[in-house]
Every structure is written in structure tokens, then in C-alpha cells.
DNA sequence: CCGATTTGTTCTATAATGTAGAGTAAATCC
DNA sequence: GGATTTACTCTACATTATAGAACAAATCGG
């Protein structure tokens, strides 16, 4: 990592959607909260590669849970937000907002 | 790029501190914006590699100035917003807050 | 006018992040 | 127990992020 620790916008999104579905969100669900709010498709490849990364930092943690009684209803893996991960969101956010502070992100003439 | 122009947060905040400082701003006075609105250091290197992308990407444009007539003045590279790059950064923003929509960033217990 | 100094940009090398999709695993249904 | 469904892992590669040395162009002082 750099000097700080730095978010890109993909980890973001997907903190945040562990900090919305937690303590139950796990891989399919959290995929979907993505795509639906914000619109983007999310390929699964790219979505548990970022969850173990953010796991290795120790923003997020995760939980193996039990098997669901019904068709394809294997074990899951539950993720939630940890105390770095929490503190770490803040920190995006509040640089971007300082950032976006008074900005009007319009096009320069010229 | 992915299926959709997304922004990392060093993009996101160069391509804000461009908007902001337009039409003048230039390496070193967007380095400067950016140190002292986020708090977190800006190496050189990853300032122009950036600025190069967006540039590339046609999100920002740039123009080159005239020496200005002080120690060390030579010519600066002057930067401003694209449309795309006004567009990119809206879209950027509201997915952010799509997903920061009602959420409480507290890790989780268990 | 030339060497020192100052400001600004480019180059080089490497690490971290992002992406897609095939492959594997574990459950239920018939 | 084979087909089907849901979930997760693996592989390979592209893009983005980072640091700092190198290079370039201007003024200043003598």
C-alpha cells in the first residue's frame, strides 16, 4: 500500500454493500445489491478477488456459515465490516468530499 | 477499460482538483490542491502518469502556457475538464452515493 | 554569458487493483 | 446417482498507482 490507505472506486463499492448486507451478506448477494444500485455489472471474478483483499487488510471479515436446506444451497461465506474497514470508508469519503467541496463539475470553456 | 468508465480514487480526485483549479491549473498547483484538501501526499510521478491517462481518455485537456517571468518559470502544462470528463465524474459520484444511501459504516458485531 | 538555483515535466521500474470467464465444489431434486 | 442449481476458486492479463531519479527551461548573480 501507499503512504495511506487508499481506496479504489470497485473496493469502495464494495465495502459498502458488505456494510449494508452485514452480517448476512455473502458473494451472490452482495453482487446483486451492487448491480441494482448502482447499476454496473459486477463479474464474480472481479467481486471475491476484492473481498480476499480487503480480508488480507483486515477491513472486512468473514464467517463461514451453515448450509441452506434447498436446491444448490451450499455453505457461504458471510462478511462483515471490520474496525480498519470502518474507519478506512470514512477516510475515502471524507477526501472525496473535501474535494468535491464547492466544486461544479462543469466543462472549462476555452 | 471495463464495460463502464470507472474512476480509481486518485482519478477521481485529480479529475476534482482539475475542475477546481481550471482553466490555470497545472502539475504543481494541482499537487498542492490535492495535499492540502485530502491531507495525504502527492508524488509527483503519480500526478503526471494520471493526468496523462485522462488526458489520453479525453477527460481533461491540456494546453501548454507561456513561461511566466520569475526564477524557474517555465512553461506550464494548463488543464481543464472535458464534457466526458464532467460526465465520468458525476456518474463516479453517484454510484458512490447510491451506495452510501442509509448506510451506517459501522463494523459489525458478532 | 555562464554556472547555480528554481520550477516544472518526463521517464523508468514496480506494486497494487480491476476484470473476465472457466473451473471446481457442495447442496437438492428426481 | 446424474442433472441441476448455487456458490466460490483459480488463472491470466490489463489498467491504475506509486516513488523518485532524470531531464528541461527559466532567472539570478557575478
Not at 469502495?12 to 451478506?25: D, K
Not at 444500485?37 to 488480507?56: H, I, K, M
Not at 468473514?62 to 462478511?79: I, L, M, Q
Request: hydrophobic fraction near 35%; charge should be positive.
Amino acid at each position: 500500500m501507499s503512504e495511506r490507505d487508499s481506496l479504489g472506486e470497485f473496493e469502495h463499492l464494495v465495502l459498502l454493500a458488505v456494510a449494508r448486507l452485514q452480517p448476512e451478506g455473502y458473494g451472490t448477494t452482495l453482487r446483486r445489491e451492487i448491480e441494482a444500485r448502482t447499476g454496473r455489472s459486477v463479474s464474480v471474478g472481479a467481486l471475491y478477488a476484492t473481498l480476499d483483499r480487503l480480508e488480507r487488510k483486515g477491513w472486512v471479515s468473514a464467517e463461514a456459515g451453515e448450509p441452506t436446506p434447498e436446491r444448490g444451497g451450499r455453505a457461504k461465506r458471510h462478511y462483515q465490516l471490520a474496525a480498519a474497514g470502518s474507519r478506512v470508508l470514512a477516510e475515502s469519503r471524507a477526501r472525496l468530499e473535501a474535494m468535491w467541496e464547492g466544486v461544479d463539475a462543469r466543462p472549462g470553456r476555452a
